[in-house]
T-cell receptor, first 116, second 114 residues
Framework: GAVVSQHPSWVICKSGTSVKIECRSLDFQATTMFWYRQFPKQSLMLMATSNEGSKATYEQGVEKDKFLINHASLTLSTLTVTSAHPEDSSFYIC????????????FGPGTRLLVL | AQSVTQPDIHITVSEGASLELRCNYSYGATPYLFWYVQSPGQGLQLLLKYFSGDTLVQGIKGFEAEFKRSQSSFNLRKPSVHWSDAAEYFCAVPGSSNTGKLIFGQGTTLQVKP
């Protein structure tokens, strides 16, 4: 149980285009989903927290107009990288939980984005 | 403020040898503690978690961790390492607010020698 999927697993796009990444909880309802970014050989950097039906909460320094997050249902959240640039190339990972202090986060397999 | 420190950035052990990965935390109350593992190019998989009760926690893949309040530690152990255990290991604690956020340590890269 507690499986989280991400799609696509990898994507290559041209600079200036937008890319949408989907995160789904397959066998449970996730009231909260988290989006992380990870650079090579580094830890995870939390970008934003999204709760179903409400606006995402972005971490300091994360551009909310560039990284659009939608959490339309209890099993789906999307991250759209708008007007992508090469510096947005990274490994993006989502996780899902039933929220609350101490609740376990279950992670997706990640999406590798390369912007040319 | 909550924080997690993994003192060892990189550890190499021989296959079959025992393993201990260190994790120290700073937390205002009795913490919830997690260990995750990340294989190259993959997401994170939960190895084990401590919420309360028995301070020795058993996880998947033969891993265990011991919560020691006096040392503010939650070290991960495995008695005999397999080559497939080579991966990145992250210790985590919840953030300060009731949002479900996790604060991750810097990670420890485990290399297994044949």
């Amino acid at each position: 149980g507690a499986v989280v999927s991400q799609h696509p697993s990898w994507v290559i796009c041209k600079s200036g285009t937008s890319v949408k990444i989907e995160c789904r909880s397959l066998d449970f309802q996730a009231t909260t989903m988290f989006w992380y970014r990870q650079f090579p050989k580094q830890s995870l950097m939390l970008m934003a927290t999204s709760n179903e039906g409400s606006k995402a909460t972005y971490e300091q320094g994360v551009e909310k107009d560039k990284f659009l997050i939608n959490h339309a249902s209890l099993t789906l959240s999307t991250l759209t990288v708008t007007s992508a640039h090469p510096e947005d190339s990274s490994f993006y990972i989502c996780s899902a939980s039933t929220a609350g202090l101490g609740e376990t986060q279950y992670f997706g397999p990640g999406t590798r984005l390369l912007v040319l | 403020a909550q924080s997690v420190t993994q003192p060892d950035i990189h550890i190499t052990v021989s296959e079959g040898a025992s393993l201990e990965l260190r994790c120290n935390y700073s937390y205002g109350a009795t913490p919830y503690l997690f260990w995750y593992v990340q294989s190259p190019g993959q997401g994170l998989q939960l190895l084990l978690k401590y919420f309360s009760g028995d301070t020795l926690v058993q996880g998947i893949k033969g891993f265990e961790a011991e919560f020691k309040r006096s040392q503010s530690s939650f070290n991960l152990r495995k008695p005999s390492v397999h080559w497939s255990d080579a991966a990145e290991y992250f210790c985590a604690v919840p953030g300060s607010s009731n949002t479900g956020k996790l604060i991750f340590g810097q990670g420890t890269t485990l290399q297994v020698k044949p």
